[in-house]
């Protein structure tokens, strides 16, 4: 009888984690140097939930993504930005290079840091501000080569 009531409640425990890996992964595109080994620096720093999204797994080597949809997109692996007159942003001593997407999107990339990291938002489900601040701490882990010139603090407090 006991043995009974234990598998029932070992299929009950297999249903539900075997739902739970169902859930979709997010198909996000690798950038070039998604095997350099700072990416991985990055991956092991991230915060499992920006604001009210949770982390969620991504298809390729050093991405991720938070929000069902995706409300917030990472990438690691990128060329450093050149120099350039696209708005840049300081997030808790972050550079990002800020840039409008399509629709309601904006794309911030980290400036002076090789590789570089990108963040793609959408603005009507996540606060660029909130979400810079919450991945700076792991963007960190690269080392900043330059700054950008003028840039805007949002320290937090600014949308996207």
Do not use: N
Not at 80 to 95: G, I, L, Q, Y
């Amino acid at each position: 009888m006991v043995l009974r009531k234990l598998s029932a409640a070992a299929i009950g425990l297999s249903t539900v984690v075997g739902l739970a890996a169902c859930a979709p992964v997010v198909v996000v595109e690798p950038q070039p140097h998604a095997t350099d080994p700072a990416c991985a620096d990055v991956m092991l720093r991230l915060p499992e939930v920006i604001g009210e999204h949770e982390k969620r797994r991504a298809s390729s080597q050093a991405t991720a993504a938070w929000g069902d949809p995706s409300a917030i997109v990472l990438r690691c692996g990128g060329e450093m930005p050149a120099p350039s007159t696209d708005h840049c942003v300081r997030a808790d001593d972050v550079d990002w290079v800020s840039r409008e997407g399509e629709g309601d999107t904006w794309t911030f990339e980290s400036y002076g840091r090789s590789p570089s990291v990108e963040i793609t938002l959408d603005t009507t489900q996540a606060a660029g501000a909130e979400s810079l601040s919450a991945l700076s701490a792991a963007v960190k882990q690269i080392e900043a080569q330059r700054e950008c010139v003028g840039a805007e603090d949002v320290g937090g407090k600014a949308e996207g």
